[in-house]
């Protein structure tokens, strides 16, 4: 969904869907065992996000889906590269993969894959990580301000919200 405002506009994302945008946008979503991933160029103040539900899929040659964490990365770095600036340009944050069912100290398979698809999905394309916030149970709302690079992010497991806030340069 895209609301324009006077000074800019607001997307959120729901499951399977990513944005790239200017200086102008900030980008919102919600997650659970689901992960969202930010990339930012700090000088350029361009960026997006994607909000992918499931690590990856093994069918070649389809269309890309950003439901799919491969998919998803795939089609952000087509963008970085739409806008002749690189992958290794970009500040990436990643966040998301929680437990959301009791089903043990071990958690979510999906979680568990979605968390891991996302750290190898980095090294991959080349992408830096500044921040993460991953795994826990609970969900997490997002708002990326591509204007500044700064996330928030508010956490909660049903009972308990803690409000945080990554800026550009953070390492959590």
């Not at 006077?6 to 790239?20: A, K, N, Q, R, T």
């Not at 990339?39 to 889906?65: A, D, I, Q, T």
Request: charged share 20%; proline share 2%.
């Amino acid at each position: 969904m895209t609301t324009e405002l006077g000074s800019g506009i607001d997307i959120f994302l729901h499951p399977g869907e990513w944005y790239f945008g200017d200086r102008h946008t900030r980008i919102q979503t919600t997650l659970g065992s689901c992960i969202a991933v930010t990339v930012w160029h700090p000088s350029l103040k361009l960026g997006g996000m994607c909000h992918y539900m499931l690590p990856g899929r093994r069918v070649e040659g389809c269309e890309f889906n950003a439901r799919y964490g491969d998919d998803a990365l795939e089609l952000l770095v087509s963008e970085i590269r739409q806008h002749d600036t690189q992958a290794g340009d970009y500040e990436a944050k990643l966040f998301g993969g929680a437990s959301m069912l009791d089903v043990g100290p071990g958690g979510s398979s999906v979680a568990r894959r979605n968390v891991a698809a996302a750290e190898a999905l980095m090294v991959r394309h080349g992408l830096r990580v500044g921040a993460r916030s991953l795994g826990g149970t609970g969900y997490r709302q997002l708002r990326f301000n591509i204007a500044d690079g700064d996330v928030w992010v508010r956490q909660g497991d049903g009972r308990a919200i803690s409000v945080c806030r990554t800026r550009s340069g953070d390492v959590a």
